[in-house]
């Protein structure tokens, strides 16, 4: 492995990377509107983009013998967007700490105004998945940039929920990313699937359920074929009316692989979705 080689190529650093971006039409409900997960796979591509753009695609980090893999990720939904909509994303990276954890922003918008904010932290791994200083080259490829951000969730009002939904299910091989484990936003999709869920057990239609923010900490890594858990219940609730609801994702190796809180209403009836979680 030339890793020393592939190391030392040239970077073009650049502060704020703007782009074109067209979210794919299996991204669309049949109600057309991008799912939640799917804006987090359009921020996973801004950022391989932006990274790709300053000297660093994802052949280079191979030759290296290195990765970034996602710790946290926040994104607040401003509103949802129809299939063909013309987007511009704009992205930095705001802070990197210890030479291995990056902190990026990412924005994406259209014409009818701002559609996701998010903030990702990433962090740099080795051959074997440890946490590991990143080269000179690649610190100096994303000088630090400050603007809007970090993005938090919205605030809301304390309102646990009795009731504990739990989902089961195993990871599908021909699912798994690059590097052998469920992509980060394939939780989001967990996390969604069981709201559905016990939204259809309780007389609501799943199609009718609109992000509105979240948040996912990962902890350790899911793999194809492993049995997995996500409980859910509500927290809160904002005062707009949408529910918050928290979410835990265990293995049987890792009873918190993921920690999550996903903020959603419905376009129907917000107080009976609610009141499902009682």
Known sequence: MASSDAAAQDVSPKAVCEMAHQLPRHAFSVRNAARAGDIWRAFQELAVEASSE??????????????????KMTVVHHRETPYGEPLRARTWVWRFRRDMISTREVRLSGAAGPLASGTQEWVHIDAAGRPARAPASVIAAFPEHVEDGPITLPDYDERPGERRVTFELRPWHVRMDPLGHA???????????SVSR???????????????????????ATHAG??????????????????????????????????????????????RF????D
């Not at 992509?183 to 699937?193: C, G, I, R, S």
């Not at 009718?208 to 990962?218: D, I, N, S």
Request: net charge negative.
């Open 183 to 193: 992509n980060h936003p394939a939780y989001v999709d967990w996390l969604d699937e």
């Open 226 to 271: 492993e049995d997995v858990t996500v409980t859910t219940r509500r927290v809160g609730v904002t005062a707009s009316g949408a529910v918050v609801l928290r979410h835990h994702v265990a293995t049987p190796d890792a009873p918190r692989a993921a920690e999550a809180v996903t903020i959603r209403r419905t376009r129907g009836d917000d107080a």
């Open 198 to 220: 016990a939204m259809a057990e309780g007389g609501l239609d799943p199609i009718e359920l609109v992000p509105v923010a979240e948040t996912v900490l990962f902890r350790s």
């Open 274 to 277: 609610a009141a499902l979680w």
């Open 54 to 71: 300053v000297g660093w695609p994802p052949s280079r980090f191979l030759a290296v013998g290195t990765a970034f893999v996602v710790r």
